[in-house]
């Protein structure tokens, strides 16, 4: 048949009339109104497999499902089964996608070929440089420190291990170490992991510092209670969330009541709140008050009385309508002692002055006043580890260690420095002189790195380690959900061929065979087998199968094993002459820093980019901070009426100066500052990396670990980063700002006013359910 | 074996009590729907893309100071502003209570994005760029925009269609709140929403957590005769948003100066 024009309009009309017909299920008016082509929507193409495994974007490590088509992964999402984020995700988790197929990923192994940081290194095979790595290994293996990132697990005992076989360590690397927090756990808990937190069940949330929403512990976990503790199903009351820190975090944003005093106090309020609620006899009834004080009662906290500390922690006298500072603290600790089931948590920036584990201390001895130890709706324990040898803590260096790994470099003990996911010469203070000491000729360092950082720079052997997302792994989630849980990370897709790596868990492996580690095992692969089939054999928990190699897939489906039922230690009674022992241990802060410094330095991590560890992911970088809504940046923030006070502007460039240096950063000027401190996030000012991460140079781009000093919390050694005293100098330069706010005009919020606040928690979809 | 279509009226409630501002949403719309880079330069130039936004306002001065977190989507109205004004039918309201775009037919007047008042539609300036090596991480089932094409929030039509084939044609179950939280059939902004502020669901489904807020929020009832927290966003402009919020609660308000209104 020819196609004339008549042809084809005849056949045109009987195929849209039989189309019409036939019954598709399209609704009418679509059809109406689309032309004849079908919308691309309607079109499905392929099939899709999701496959459970581990994120690794943060140190919590949530479960994700991942959607792979034609062996490409297209989206990371929360496992819904996994005990820790349910479902949920963090902005971080769907940024593991870029890091998979990233455009800066390294090709393959490299050998340096110029001297130490020029970034000369030529490609070498896999071969080749497993012999170096192993030559290396036997020539001066003895006393090497392995650098990773904090691990658990399975990983754990592996780094572990393998170090100690070389009669050398491995130290997990924090930039903002929780050594201070994890000391203060051991003091008041007497526990070794850290604890959760029964927020979903507490009526009033206390907290000292913790930005737990953003980045501190387990944020995905926290916030999905927080969105009970907020608006929960069958909830008589909503929560009350009252956040003491210097600075207006995003935990601070979204509390109810923020306090902001000055930096380091925190554990001398949390004291004064001890002394209110012993003094008007507000503990909860069972508590034994003579055992925590040993016996002597109120007087043992008489240096707390909140006339002492009042005027001494700096609370803003527009807070206090009237009413004298210590009334404020006096009802402050009524509010909190009433309305229980109460928690105290305190992190971040309380924990990291030099008298940081003292104020950890005072804040979750609070736990014990107000009964919320081991009980709903407060603070809940994890147990070990599900099976024995598997680490449930992760090792974390402090500051001390990182100084004895520097020294150890420059007295040549180590002269052999593994790293793995770990960025120290970025992440320590640039005092500390960690980039020399690596720059020295004596040591030569292997970096398991899949991207360039500042370390992986000065490194003499590089081995790309494939991405969490091809690789085998696993992890008990620190803080976990309070009952056992083992995580199991599969590999999800093949690396493009693009990309040359390889495993880091299999070559430590196959470095250490023949070695006495006690690591058996050919693969990593193989020991997680064996652990499958360990808990096979413990009969409970969440899988159901016949045999062990049923058990083995259905682990890998589900994403890992956990076992609700099980009870994880009770706590046992609270240490006797806590609170005694605590008050004794009281002292100011101390602040490093220039003396005539007119602000406190309040460094603090990223949104997204954490420490800088993210800073290569575009979508990270792209993703606004949630308070000032900047991209892209380092930015200082100043109180809003300061800088008009100073004739400065937005963007103008600030010069921030410490005793330890100085950076170059646009100013923010932002309305919810005290008037005396500072804020800068960490995460950009990387020199070594791609485009993304190190594209961009001072003043677009700082780091603000160049202002610290090698100062250290009192007891745990950490890095007190909080609170050091700066001065703040303008340049005359001045650059703009890449911010979303102002991208669009503003709307209407709706506020509910306050006395609505019981009737306005609803029970999931009964509209107007009051209670 | 086609079977009927259930007749479902897809819409949104966001709990602003819940909403902590921490942009998950966000990221996981970049994934899910091939949204171009946001570059530093298209945030100098306030047109980065963001089909989900959080917006922060400030209320307020030190001490006595808040910030407000509100996420801003396209609100998917009943009387679209953006619909009438479009001269090629781009744009369009299907029976499904979603603003639709069609891609092919977009001739790129803008008239739309210069029509809509929440100011949630994007225009490509540019043609979208990714490295080669991240095109393999684009979502097969989401078309890439070119240049000149106005672009928005589907709520993810492509999970709905692909739940609606599998669930409802294949299986013949329905597509409820279980299944699309479940089998990741729902927009990926609700499955990411850590503390679940963000719910999705079918208003005619008198199961879903959805639909009481849309019974109660509707125009026979008068603003102040509501019994839940509902309101929709410029609700004066009678846009009828399938896009519901739930008030924030307020417990120790501001006080505020004389003169000034709260919220």
Known sequence: ?771 | MATERVNHKWGMVIDLDRCTGCQACVVACHAENNVPINTQDRFLQHRAYEWIRIERYWEGEFPNVKARFLPVLCQHCENAPCEPVCPVYATYHNDQGLNVQIYNRCVGTRYCINNCPYQVRFFNWWEPQWPATLRNQLNPDVTVRSRGIMEKCTFCIQRLRRGELTVERQEGGRLDDKTMQERNFGPACVSACPTNALMFGDQRDPKSAISPYFADANEHVHEEDRKTRAYRLLEEMNTKPNVIYLKKVDQYPLKLKQGEQNG
């Open chain 1, 1 to 771: 048949m020819n196609l004339t024009r008549r042809n084809f309009l005849t056949w045109a009309g009987i195929s849209a009339a039989g189309a019409v017909s036939c019954n598709i299920p399209f609704p009418e008016a679509e059809l109406k109104i689309q032309s004849p082509v079908r919308l691309p929507e309607d079109l499905v193409k392929g099939q899709d497999n999701w496959y459970a495994t581990l994120c690794r974007q943060c140190p919590a490590a949530e479960g994700v499902l991942v959607r792979v088509m034609e062996g490409r992964a297209k989206k990371v999402q929360g496992n819904p089964k996994y005990p820790v984020n349910l479902g949920k995700q963090s902005a971080r988790c769907d940024a593991g996608l870029q890091a998979l197929y990233h455009p800066d990923r390294l090709a393959g192994p490299m050998s340096r070929t110029g001297a130490k940081g020029s970034g000369q290194y030529k490609a070498v095979s896999w071969d080749e440089a497993l012999n170096i790595l192993n030559s290396q290994l036997s020539e001066r293996g003895q006393g090497l420190a392995l650098i990773t990132e904090p691990l658990r697990a399975h990983l754990s005992v592996i780094a572990g291990r393998f170090a100690t076989a070389f009669g050398g360590r491995q130290l997990g690397f924090q930039t903002l170490d929780d050594t201070s927090y994890r000391g203060a756990v051991k003091t008041v808990f007497g526990q070794d992991v850290l604890p959760g937190f029964d927020l979903a069940h507490a009526d009033y949330l206390l907290s000292f510092g913790a930005d737990f929403l953003s980045t501190w512990g387990s944020p995905t976990q926290f916030s999905q209670a927080y969105g009970e503790f907020r608006q929960g199903a069958g909830r008589v009351r909503r929560g009350t969330h009252v956040q003491v820190e210097p600075r207006f975090s995003m935990t601070a944003a979204n509390a109810d009541r923020w306090l902001p005093i000055t930096p380091g106090w925190e554990g001398h309020l949390a004291m004064s709140l001890a002394y209110v609620i012993i003094d008007e006899k507000l503990q909860a009834p069972g508590v034994d008050v003579g055992n925590l004080t040993g016996g002597r009662g109120i007087a043992a906290l008489e240096a707390f009385r909140p006339e002492t500390v009042a005027p001494r922690i700096g609370l803003p006298q527009g807070l206090l309508d009237g009413h004298s500072a210590a009334d404020f603290i006096r009802e402050l600790a009524r509010d909190f002692a009433s309305h229980r089931p109460s928690l105290a948590i305190g992190g971040d920036s309380a924990g990291a002055h030099s008298n940081g584990q003292f104020n950890l201390e005072a804040i979750y001895a609070l736990n014990y006043l107000v009964g919320s130890v081991g009980a709903p709706g407060g603070v809940v324990f994890n147990a070990a580890s599900p099976l024995p040898d598997l680490p449930a803590a992760a090792k974390v260096g402090s500051l001390a260690d990182w100084a004895g790994v520097a020294e150890d470099i420059r007295s040549g003990k180590t002269k052999l420095l593994l790293v793995h996911q770990a960025d120290p010469v970025h992440g320590l203070p640039k005092s500390m002189g960690f980039r020399d000491a690596l720059a020295g000729d004596n040591l030569f360092t292997v970096s398991f790195s899949s991207f360039m950082d500042e370390t992986t720079a000065l490194a003499d052997l590089i081995l790309p380690d494939r991405v969490y997302l091809e690789d085998w792994g696993s992890d008990i989630p620190e803080p976990g959900p309070g009952y056992p849980v083992l995580g199991f990370q599969q590999p999800v897709v093949n690396p493009l061929s693009d990309y040359n790596p390889r495993s880091f868990a299999d070559i430590l492996l196959a470095s250490a065979q023949g070695k006495a580690g006690n690591l058996p095992w050919p693969k990593l692969r193989d020991f997680l087998r064996e652990s499958s089939d360990a808990l096979f054999a413990l009969k409970r928990g969440s899988i159901q199968a016949a045999d062990s190699g049923e058990f083995w897939t259905k682990l890998l489906q589900q994403g890992g094993w956990w076992d609700d039922k099980a009870t994880n230690p009770r706590p046992g009674a609270a240490p006797r002459d806590l609170l005694t022992g605590i008050a004794a241990r009281a002292v100011p802060p101390a602040y490093s820093g220039l003396a005539d410094g007119e602000f406190h330095l309040l460094p603090f991590a990223h949104n997204t980019l954490l420490d800088g560890g993210n800073a290569h992911l575009p979508w990270l970088q792209g993703a606004p901070d949630p308070v000032t809504t900047i991209t892209w940046q380092t930015w200082v923030e100043v109180n809003d009426r300061k800088v008009k006070e100073l004739k400065w502007r937005e963007g103008d460039v600030i010069k921030v100066e410490s005793a330890a240096g100085f950076i170059l950063a646009p100013v923010y000027p932002n309305p919810a500052l005290p008037p005396n401190v500072v804020a800068i996030p960490l995460g950009q000012g990387r020199r070594s990396g791609g485009e993304y991460a190190a594209g961009r140079a001072a003043p677009e781009s700082a780091n603000v670990m160049d202002l610290l000093e090698d100062r250290r919390v009192a007891v745990s050694g950490a890095l007190a980063w909080a609170g050091a005293r700066v001065r703040l100098t303008p340049t005359g330069e001045s650059i703009r700002i890449s911010k979303f706010e102002g991208s669009s005009p503003a709307r209407e919020i709706g506020l509910t006013p306050s006395e609505d606040i019981f009737k306005t928690v609803e029970s999931n979809g009964a509209a107007g359910a009051a209670h």
